[in-house]
């Protein structure tokens, strides 16, 4: 476990990089926290820092989408939210993005959590009383 805390937005950018080295070369990685907490905003970053050349959005309705980054490689960013069941990942065909070895940013993986493979990262956002952010990486 490792803790990170961010103040304010202008120490996004460093958290994200204390995050990413912690990520390693691990491809799934779990974000966990309430609605509002800042999820989708740390996946907008990680992709900027790994050079995504696409525009980053929460995929809420389309449940999942795929990035190009600058060396060819995609990057799967989910958003489950909206699910109801486990079946609506099956159907989706989860299985062929976590097992592509490609990076897999998940929201709402609570939603899923019996589909992640046992070596996801799991990144549980926080926020504090005085509206900092601390995130908290378990491996």
């Given at each position: 476990?490792?803790?990170?805390?961010?103040?304010d937005?202008?120490?996004?950018?460093?958290?994200?990089?204390?995050?990413?080295?912690?990520i390693?070369?691990k491809?799934?990685v779990?974000?966990?926290?309430?609605?509002?907490?800042?999820?989708?905003?740390?996946?907008?970053?990680?992709?900027?820092q790994?050079?995504?050349?696409d525009?980053?959005?929460?995929?809420?309705?389309?449940?999942?989408?795929?990035y190009?980054?600058?060396?060819?490689?995609?990057?799967?960013?989910?958003?489950?939210?909206?699910?109801?069941?486990?079946?609506?990942?099956?159907?989706l065909?989860?299985?062929?993005?976590?097992?592509?070895?490609?990076?897999?940013?998940?929201?709402?993986?609570?939603?899923?959590?019996?589909?992640l493979?046992?070596d996801?990262?799991?990144?549980?956002?926080?926020?504090?009383?005085?509206?900092?952010?601390v995130?908290?990486?378990?491996?």
């Open positions: 476990m490792f803790s990170i805390e961010i103040p937005l202008t120490k996004l950018s460093d958290a994200v990089s204390v995050l990413l080295g912690e390693g070369s491809r799934i779990a974000f966990y926290g309430k609605m509002g907490v800042g999820k989708t905003t740390i996946i907008k970053e990680i992709c900027r790994i050079d995504v050349t525009v980053v959005n929460s995929p809420t309705f389309a449940l999942v989408n795929e190009h980054c600058s060396d060819g490689k995609s990057v799967f960013h989910f958003d489950f939210y909206r699910i109801n069941e486990l079946d609506e990942a099956y159907d065909g989860y299985e062929e993005y976590f097992y592509s070895n490609n990076l897999c940013l998940i929201e709402w993986a609570e939603k899923i959590e019996p589909l493979p046992e996801a990262v799991a990144v549980k956002i926080e926020e504090t009383h005085n509206g900092k952010r995130i908290t990486i378990y491996k």
